[in-house]
């Protein structure tokens, strides 16, 4: 069974933020930052690219909710919103969930990168996604 059906179900405790009919917000157990938070739909989905066009919606929209949220009751600096889909792009959980991230500055325990990559020929790319 998954987590977070469970978590959704009651059968483990969480600290809700945010319900809806179609979503759940819980405080992330490993808080990367103070009031960091998951949006999960209560529909089970492995990810973002198996859910149906509604439940990403949904997901979004309570995700959106919850950023202001934590915006509003933190004075956080600002926000990330992050979706791991994919072992490969660090997803632990196969039940899509987006992170909501607060950010209060340099010392915060999370840290994005982007290094350049090698040249791309912008133009190949584009003829592969086509």
Do not use: W
């Not at 977070?4 to 945010?18: E, G, L, T």
């Not at 949220?69 to 792009?89: D, F, H, R, S």
């Not at 196969?94 to 915060?108: F, M, Q, S």
Request: include cysteine; charged fraction near 20%.
């Amino acid at each position: 069974m998954c987590i977070f059906c469970d978590i959704i179900d009651h059968k483990i405790p969480s600290s809700v933020v945010y319900e809806d009919d179609h979503t759940l917000a819980i405080l992330d157990i490993s808080q990367v930052t103070r009031g960091h938070t998951i949006v999960m739909p209560k529909k089970h989905c492995a990810n973002i690219l198996e859910a149906d066009e509604e439940t990403v919606q949904q997901v979004t929209m309570a995700a959106k909710k919850v950023a202001a949220l934590l915006a509003e009751k933190t004075g956080c600096a600002g926000i990330n919103l992050l979706n791991n889909c994919g072992e490969a792009a660090g997803q632990t959980v196969n039940h899509l969930h987006v992170h909501v991230i607060p950010r209060y500055g340099e010392a915060d325990a999370l840290e994005i990168h982007f290094k350049p990559s090698e040249n791309v020929d912008l133009n190949e790319v584009l003829a592969q996604l086509k």
